[in-house]
């Protein structure tokens, strides 16, 4: 009954280590990967799209919450190859400003952004995006924007070839939908020298307040700003209340597995009820005898924890490992709809010693009651009857 009562410990510890081991991962990833390559807030101006961007960025540049600014054309469009058709989200940059602000260059496989020169129509996309179209470095690409523009034949959509100069692949939705252009090249597609500001901060979560700081400070009319919160913000809320949610529904797991340590200390306050009586005729106290049933759930319950604490983290340092194996050997794409498309991972000694010590007290409160139970029994009708 001990045995069984540790193995249910030990899997609702575990399987509590894990899933927020998980959840870690899920948080560090949307950090690094795709707020590393997204932007933490944009600055638009409507009116006259900043044609004095230098000096903007150098205004930005001074508020003591910004890293760095660079000027950024954004637009969307339809890539069309190899008879596929795909959405996509294309910006333009300037390749010295955006080393600044993003951590695209690190995840490069193909190529490097001082190939998105001012010379000829060259994109960088997404692998996720080059295997949807088929192509590779050297092919070409065509854009169809949304906006058309009247000919003697009627409106006809904005198209325009490019070259695939690069591939880089972050892990994120980016691979599926992020292309790179030159900012010569974006504005010339856009037919618009209308730029934004991206901003990279300090601290994510002051975004809101620095842009609102920052569009206090340049002033005008047709100033707006959105930040990351605006773009991704729900996916770190949803991840931060499913880390919360999981954490009380788990924890009832290990509540029901408690209940093995109370049926295994009740079971055995009956079969040592002669053994107790004994005791309390040779001075035992009550208060003694409870001890001793506290002390063998405490034991039985901290070798539960302390081997699903073990087994949960080493299951959460080989999970995406785990995952791939499964992965690759049955195809069944479970995260081909999250942002990321992989399981990450990130084990925090704070979640480690949270379940510990929220384990470990739920077993003492379990043991409380058997041990009640042997402290109140009366030697003298236990050895009237079973002596």
């Not at 951590?103 to 996720?128: K, S």
């Not at 070409?140 to 959509?157: E, F, I, W």
Request: proline fraction near 3%; hydrophobic fraction near 50%; charge should be negative.
């Amino acid at each position: 009954m001990s045995l069984i009562s540790i193995a249910g410990l030990v899997l609702g510890v575990a399987v509590l280590v894990v899933v927020l081991s998980v959840m870690n991962g899920f948080e560090e990833e949307l950090r690094s990967r795709v707020l590393g390559v997204m932007p933490h807030g944009l600055i638009y101006d409507d009116q006259d799209g900043f044609p004095d961007w230098p000096a903007a960025i150098a205004q930005f540049s001074q508020h003591p919450s910004v890293l760095s600014a660079a000027p950024v054309a954004e637009g969307t469009a339809v890539a069309v190859a190899g008879g596929e058709l795909v959405g996509v989200s294309f910006s333009g940059i300037l390749p010295e400003y955006e080393v600044m602000v993003s951590d695209l260059p690190q995840y490069l496989v193909e190529g490097n952004l001082a190939l998105l020169n001012d010379r000829g129509f060259r994109a960088i996309i997404g692998t996720g995006l080059a295997r949807r179209l088929n192509v590779g470095v050297g092919d070409d690409v065509t854009l169809v924007l949304p906006d058309a523009r009247l000919t003697l034949a009627g409106p006809m959509p904005v198209t325009k070839s490019v070259t695939v100069a690069g591939l880089f692949e972050v892990g994120s939705d980016a691979d599926k939908s992020l292309l790179l252009l030159s900012m010569a090249d974006a504005t010339r597609l856009l037919r618009s020298n209308h730029v934004a500001i991206r901003i990279k901060l300090t601290d994510l979560f002051q975004a809101r307040t620095v842009l609102l700081d920052l569009m206090r400070e340049i002033g005008g009319d047709g100033i707006y700003a959105i930040s990351w919160m605006g773009r991704h913000g729900n996916l770190y809320d949803a991840i931060a209340v499913q880390k919360s949610t999981m954490f009380l529904l788990l924890l009832l797991l290990i509540a029901v597995a408690a209940f093995n340590v109370v049926s295994n200390l009740v079971m055995t306050v009956n079969e040592k009820r002669s053994g107790i009586a004994i005791l309390m005729t040779m001075g035992a106290t009550r208060q003694g005898i409870a001890q001793v049933f506290v002390i063998h759930g405490v034991l039985v319950g901290a070798v539960g924890v302390a081997l699903g604490l073990v087994i949960g983290v080493v299951s959460s340092v080989y999970i995406g490992d785990i995952y791939r194996i499964i992965e690759s050997g049955l195809g069944l794409g479970l995260m081909s709809e999250y942002f990321i498309h992989y399981l990450p991972s990130k084990v925090l000694i704070s979640d480690i010693l949270t379940v510990a010590l929220v384990s470990v007290g739920v077993c003492i409160v379990a043991t409380l009651y058997p041990a009640y139970r042997a402290s109140i029994e009366q030697p003298v009708q236990i050895l009237k009857y079973e002596g």
